[in-house]
Structures are given as structure tokens and as C-alpha cells.
T-cell receptor
Framework: GAGVSQSPRYKVAKRGQDVALRCDPI?????LFWYQQALGQGPEFLTY????????KSGLPSDRFFAERPEGSVSTLKIQRTQQEDSAVYLC?????????????FGEGSRLTVL | GENVEQHPSTLSVQEGDSAVIKCTYS??????FPWYKQELGKRPQLIIDIRSNVGEKKDQRIAVTLNKTAKHFSLHITETQPEDSAVYFC??????????FGGGTRLMVKP
């Protein structure tokens, strides 16, 4: 596609449910990032993939958060046993090169609301 | 790790006036400083960036300045228009894998 695509755009979960958020990066982009954006805040780094390798997961807030990119393209962010504090917009971004050598292209985000 | 502070959190200007948003960063190894614009409910989009080997960069009505000694950088928008109204985020990276964002500035341009 022409840009980074994320699904679902909106997700409402009951506390304790598991959720899975999908990201389709721009074709050919090596780097993929997940960010969490709370209401009125800047995006906060969660994790980074270079192709299929997860090189940095230092931003994942707990072991309930898990991300994968098994074939170096589509990525899934999974949150187990969701809590109210997980409510946020989850942004995926991709970049042509590895690391931060250029522009990040963001998706529209997945807005998660945990009741 | 890197810490990026952004000020002001909200900024209201009259159409045609200039707007300035300032950011400071903590990691002296940071060398890449992008600015993103995010309209309500939309994705952040890069509007301008600067690398540490230059002190200023301009693109039409938008300019960014960088002071590496003081570890601060600023976004300048001249001749503001209503369509400039959005949230602006600064960010910093040390060429590692993490881009650290500031808290954002909500810019409102009044017609």
C-alpha cells in the first residue's frame, strides 16, 4: 500500500481481555517501530524491529506486552490481560533504512480503550 | 536515556503572526532532531528535520534552529495560517534505535 496501515483503528476491550493490534508497514521498509501515545502526550517508544529481528524492546511496559514481526513485514502487538492504564493510541511507524537515518512514516494508530 | 522537554504546551497566535516552539534534550550524543505535525485523529507527519552538523534549516515558512552547546532546538513558523493549527512534536535521536518525543505543543491559529 501507499502508507503504513494499522488495524483495528478502534478497539474496546474489557479489563482482562487479550488484544492484538496489526501493522502493515510500507513495502520494503526495513525498520518498524511501535509507540504508545496516551491522551495529550507525545508518543513513547515501545519496541523496534529490523526486518524480523526485535532489536530493542526496552520500552515495553510489562511482560503483558509482546510484539512480533515473523517474516520481516507485518507486525503484531499483543497485550495480554489488558488493564485500564493500557488505554492509549498505539502507533506503528516504518523506515526504509535501519535505525534512525531518516524519516519515520506513521500509521493512523489503533485506539485502545480498556473498560 | 534521552529526555526531551517541549514548551509551551499550548500556543495561540493570530493568523499572520509567527509561532516559536522550543525543545531541550539531555543526551549530548543526540544528532538527529525531527519535528512532527499531528492533526486531530491523524498520524504524525514529518515537517522538517535537522542533523547536528548544521545550525539552521529552512523550508518555506518553517525553520528549525539547533544549539548543540546548549542542547536546545526550536521550530519557527512564520506567517501562520489556520491550517497550521495542530499539535507539534519535537524529537531527538542519537542514531540508535529510539526516537524520543517531547510532550507536544498545541498550536491554535486564530483567523
Amino acid at each position: 500500500g501507499a502508507g503504513v496501515s494499522q488495524s483495528p483503528r478502534y478497539k474496546v476491550a474489557k479489563r482482562g481481555q487479550d488484544v492484538a493490534l496489526r501493522c502493515d508497514p510500507i513495502s520494503g521498509h526495513v525498520s518498524l517501530f511501535w509507540y504508545q501515545q496516551a491522551l495529550g502526550q507525545g508518543p513513547e517508544f515501545l519496541t523496534y524491529f529490523q526486518n524480523e529481528a526485535q532489536l530493542d524492546k526496552s520500552g515495553l511496559p510489562s511482560d503483558r506486552f509482546f510484539a512480533e514481526r515473523p517474516e520481516g513485514s507485518v507486525s503484531t502487538l499483543k497485550i495480554q490481560r489488558t488493564q485500564q492504564e493500557d488505554s492509549a493510541v498505539y502507533l506503528c511507524a516504518s523506515s526504509l533504512a535501519s535505525g534512525f537515518t531518516g524519516e519515520l512514516f506513521f500509521g493512523e494508530g489503533s485506539r485502545l480503550t480498556v473498560l | 536515556g534521552e529526555n526531551v522537554e517541549q514548551h509551551p504546551s499550548t500556543l495561540s497566535v493570530q493568523e499572520g503572526d509567527s509561532a516559536v516552539i522550543k525543545c531541550t534534550y539531555s543526551d549530548s550524543a543526540s544528532n538527529y532532531f525531527p519535528w512532527y505535525k499531528q492533526e486531530l485523529g491523524k498520524r504524525p507527519q514529518l515537517i522538517i528535520d535537522i542533523r547536528s552538523n548544521v545550525g539552521e534549516k529552512k523550508d518555506q515558512r518553517i525553520a528549525v534552529t539547533l544549539n548543540k552547546t546548549a542542547k536546545h532546538f526550536s521550530l519557527h513558523i512564520t506567517e501562520t495560517q489556520p491550517e497550521d493549527s495542530a499539535v507539534y512534536f519535537c524529537a531527538a535521536s542519537n542514531a540508535g534505535n529510539m526516537l524520543t518525543f517531547g510532550g507536544g505543543t498545541r498550536l491554535m491559529v486564530k483567523p
